[in-house]
């Protein structure tokens, strides 16, 4: 786990700045933007909206809503695989979070990739919108990509291009409710595919990221012999999926049905070694001729990775602490609101040990703040080093 | 469980980045390595400038590179303290790793010292791959455009002559051997020349641009088209029954006769296609010919319609460039000459003008009327010559009949075809006639149809008003049977109508034809247009134009056509009065 520490905030900032986050479960799409947009209005006119919304909505008819009802705000956002805000997961909901008050202001760009070309030019293009933003005291990049195009990774690549160091990068890869056919994004009303969205926020108040996800390695370091884009060829020269099999004890029936593989390497991830920690990767897909694993984003060639084990406890504290890590790296000042990005695996790890809502309970957050955000299909958050994606791990932003 | 030592894991990930081949490589590398020694900000500079660099936004990394002179270990940037170190390469260049926090410990620094000059040489290995590589997709690139520009009409993106030609000789032989599996469509767009000519090429490429598009929503994979050249498109269609081919063509046509906004104007054309399925034996050409001579037998009866080839359109077709070839030498020696036909005034009776018509003096068939021979000799760009023939031969005869019957000077009406109305040269030519034949050009009258005034009303315009100059009136042809259309009655000096005959030979027995006639008169006088009536030919049309105030009369009652003796001889016999008319009369 990691925290970005900032520096503390001048005192009586506090007031020019806001989040608030509105949610809906009503099935009519007017309604349920209705609903979810009423105390982020209540709160006066957001300088940045994001819509996380269930692919069963018609996301362009939530988008021209949203947008008509924000007037000249920012507005992005992308469908999801659930939503989740304090004590209370979505299934198939709409969630808006958004910010606003003087005290913040917000850009925002867009890329647009392809499946063959993946997506590292367009989040390098969506990251620009950092060069058009007058920057506060404190600034960060948020980035939503297609969680179904190409290797993950390349979307922090691409963004941290432009970012650099100095800028935090954190975000998340957009879902389709598990159907895993294709996501969507949002832009200015747009609704996109293969593309990358992406806001800079910058602040008078420090904001901060917290990374956590309870996993521990059962394996020895293995060394990733060969490995490209998002297939995991072999490990220790060995084919992987041997090694992924024979290492977890499967079951007969994870050995030859795909379905069954999918289900079992829900909880079963990889480990990819960093120098100070560990870097999770989502196992999605075997391949039974080629002996492969495929996996959400790349476990760099030459590199070494673990073969990790974790349980609904463990997973459980991850998300509690989460938020609690990154409101202490904002410098004592309290959070007045946080953005929650978990991953669809964890959900389900949690679902089925009925943890899930126990999950969102995070009694160490103060009633006041405001909590939203949504499952992913990978989450993206870089406080050190070059890399920053993750997958069955929660990332949190904790806003002061 | 045991974790693996760092180092080994550094040293292995980053040679590994190395292994990396795709196009994009070094921006890979640098990405990878950094990640690999978990560094925010890796590069590789040369003499003072980055040539590969991830970690910074511009300003900092212009502070960077004004550190690297001296290799500075430490830097201060917004982030915090930025720890550095400087593994030298070779000939001036260093790679530089940075992270905050934390400095590089001794273990750490060996190693990257210890693969720099590796990953110098596999930088510059990638550099060489990458530029061979962007080497040869260039030259792809460039043999991909000359195969393009050698197979794709670069007007409509449509496959060009050369592809269908090539598509259609794939085709052939490799279809089964019964015949009518393979049908083509040859279209030729209906008068797309005069788009051309009114509206301009921009217009006309627009037009042509638009069709290709909308031809295109046929395509799919028994559907094959091209543009041929010009207004030609071709489909090549993978149907065995002329009847599918008949209902593809007939989609077609009506697709194309929508109207389409072009440049801002509205066109609607129609288009004529010929049809033709593979008999065995056919070669491209053979098959292209056989569509595009079915495509022209049907054009001939109209725009916006479809034939099949039939066996006899060859001979057809073989007879009409015959016909063609004997008109040229017709012209050349000199077979055609002028008949003259009388025109009379109704009111007095005498002859006060002549029409002059073509006739063709041919050494096989004897004297032929114009219906043999004047669509041919259309369709072939003739008619100027033809027209200006007529043209000397009749100023030449009525100034010699003006010498010989003093005070008796006729009129002369003769018929101007589209081409020539609208031929920069016209004016000149006529000019130079009237100059050598004496003929006064104040009693030449030039016939027009109303469909050649509106060909292209910019040139006619200026054509007729040069020869208002000279003292050449018009006169309409066969009015009623056109355009009808009083707006060029205001917009040309029109001097005279002719009533077609095909409503004169109505009256006394037909009302509608009684009432269109009454009607041509009585608006004609009212715009001070005076009126011919053709084709007269019993006392009883005579006696009615007469009374419904009709100016002129012409037709075999009162005078067939004939040569130029035979009309002068009409000089000498009694019953015919000479009536010599005022200068603005007719």
Redesign the interface.
């Known amino acids: 786990m990691q925290t970005t520490l900032a520096p503390a905030d001048p005192a009586g900032l506090e007031a020019d700045r806001w989040i608030q986050v509105g949610s809906s479960t009503k099935q009519q799409t007017e309604l349920a933007v209705q609903e979810a947009l009423a105390p982020v209005l209540g709160r006066g006119e957001p300088k940045l909206t994001i819509i996380f919304c269930s692919p069963a909505f018609n996301l362009a008819e939530v988008s021209r809503l949203v947008q008509a009802a924000v007037g000249a705000g920012e507005v992005i956002g992308c469908s999801t695989a659930g939503e989740l805000l304090r004590d209370q997961p979505l299934s198939g909901g709409l969630l808006i979070w958004a910010l606003g008050g003087d005290g913040f202001a917000v850009t925002t760009g867009v890329g647009i990739g392809s499946p063959e070309t993946g997506l590292r030019d367009a989040a390098h293009d969506a990251a620009q919108c950092l060069k058009r933003l007058e920057r506060k005291q404190h600034t960060l990049l948020f980035v939503l990509a297609d969680g179904l195009c190409g290797d993950q990774m390349e979307v922090v690549r691409g963004a941290y291009e432009v970012s650099g160091a100095g800028v935090p990068l954190m975000g998340g890869c957009a879902g389709d409710d598990m159907a895993l056919q294709g996501t969507q994004q949002i832009h200015s009303g747009e609704i996109l595919s293969h593309a990358v969205v992406a806001a800079a926020i910058t602040s008078n108040a420090p904001m901060a990221i917290g990374i956590a996800h309870g996993w521990e390695p059962l394996s020895e370091a293995m060394l990733v012999t060969q490995s490209r884009g998002t297939t995991l060829e072999t490990l220790d020269d060995r084919p992987a999926l041997d090694v992924y099999l024979d290492t977890y004890d499967a079951p007969a029936e994870v050995r030859n049905n795909p379905a069954a593989f999918f289900d079992f390497a829900h909880t079963r991830p990889i480990g990819v070694a960093r120098r100070n920690r560990t870097e999770i990767r989502y196992v999605y897909g075997a391949d039974y001729e080629k002996r492969s694993l495929t996996i959400f984003a790349e476990v760099p060639q030459g590199g070494m990775a673990y073969l990790m084990q974790g349980s609904s406890t463990s997973v459980l504290n991850a998300t509690s602490e989460v938020c609690s890590l990154a409101e202490e790296a904002l410098g004592g000042q309290p959070a007045k609101g946080f953005m929650l990005l978990e991953c669809v695996a964890r959900k389900s790890l949690l679902s089925n040990a009925g943890l899930l809502e126990e999950s969102l309970r995070l009694p160490t957050v103060r009633d006041e703040a405001t909590i939203g955000g949504f499952y992913t299909y990978g989450e993206i958050a870089r406080t050190e080093g070059s890399g920053g994606l993750h997958n069955q791990t929660v990332v949190a932003l904790a806003l002061a | ?4 030592p ?1 180092s ?3 040293l ?6 190395f ?2 081949q795709s196009p ?1 490589a070094l921006r ?1 590398v640098v ?2 390595v ?3 020694v ?5 590069g590789i500079v040369r003499q003072g400038e980055f040539v590969l660099f ?4 511009d300003q ?2 212009a502070l960077l590179e004004a550190a690297a002179a001296e290799r500075t270990p430490m830097l201060t ?3 915090g303290c ?1 720890h550095l170190y400087w593994a030298p390469l070779n000939q001036g260049e260093s790679m530089v790793v940075g ?3 934390e400095e590089y410990s001794l273990e750490e620094r060996a190693l990257l010292r210890a693969m720099a000059r590796s990953i110098q040489l596999s930088t510059q290995v990638l550099a060489a791959v990458k530029a061979e590589q962007e080497a040869l997709r260039a030259e792809k690139q460039a043999k991909e455009l000359a195969i393009r520009e050698a197979t794709v009409d670069s007007l409509t993106g449509l496959p060009n002559r050369r592809c269908l030609l090539a598509y259609l000789a794939d085709r052939l032989a490799h279809r089964a051997s019964r015949p009518g599996e393979l049908g083509l469509l040859f279209i030729d767009l209906d008068r797309f020349k005069n788009i051309n000519d009114v509206y301009g090429h921009g217009t006309g490429d627009a037009y042509l641009q638009a069709i290709g598009v909308a031809l295109g929503q046929f395509r799919n994979e028994d559907i094959f088209l091209g543009r041929l050249a010009g207004d030609e498109f071709v489909v090549v269609a993978a149907m065995a029954e002329m009847d599918k081919l008949c209902r593809l063509a007939e989609q077609i046509l009506k697709r194309i006769e929508q109207p389409w906004s072009i440049n801002g104007r509205t066109l609607q054309y129609s288009a004529s296609i010929g049809l033709a399925l593979a008999e065995p034996g056919d070669g491209p050409e053979d098959l292209l010919d056989k569509a595009d001579l079915a495509m022209y037998s049907i054009k001939q009866k109209g725009p916006g319609r479809y034939a099949c080839y039939q066996p006899f359109m060859r001979e057809q077709a073989r007879s009409k460039a015959d016909l063609e070839a004997e008109i040229r030498h017709g012209l050349r020696t000199d077979e055609f000459t002028t008949f003259f036909q009388p025109i009379i005034s109704a009111a007095h009776s005498g002859v006060v003008a002549f029409e002059g018509l073509a006739r063709w003096r041919h050494p096989q068939r004897g004297l032929l009327d114009p219906i043999g021979f004047i669509g041919v000799a259309e369709e072939a760009g003739l008619l100027r010559d033809l027209d200006a023939r007529i043209l000397k031969d009749g100023c030449f005869c009525l100034a010699g009949w003006s010498s010989v019957q003093q005070g008796f000077s006729p009129r002369l009406s003769i018929n101007l075809s589209a081409a020539s109305l609208v031929d920069s040269a016209l004016v000149e030519r006529v000019a130079a006639v009237l100059d050598e034949s004496g003929f006064d050009g104040h009693n030449l009258l030039l016939e027009v149809t109303e469909t050649s005034l509106v060909s292209d009303v910019e040139r006619a315009q200026r054509n007729i008003i040069e020869l208002k100059r000279l003292g050449v009136r018009l006169a309409v042809d066969d009015f009623g049977t056109g355009y009808s259309s009083l707006r060029y009655l205001r917009q040309f000096p029109v001097g005279m109508l002719k009533i077609d005959r095909s409503f004169v030979s109505g009256l006394g027995h037909d009302h509608d034809d009684e009432v269109i006639v009454e009607t041509i008169i009585r608006m004609a006088s009212s715009l001070g247009i005076q009126v011919v009536a053709e084709g007269v030919e019993t006392a009883d049309q005579q006696s009615i134009l007469s009374q419904l105030g009709c100016d002129f009369l012409q037709g075999y009652l009162l005078g067939r056509p004939g040569n130029g003796h035979a009309s002068e001889q009409v000089f000498e016999r009694s019953e015919i009065r000479l009536l010599q008319l005022d200068r603005d009369a007719f």
């Open positions: 469980m045991s974790t693996a760092w080994l894991h550094l292995s990930e980053v040679l590994a980045a292994t990396v994009t890979d990405s990878r950094a990640e690999a978990d560094a925010e900000i890796m991830v970690g910074l936004e900092e990394k940037l917004s982030g930025l992270r905050f926090r």
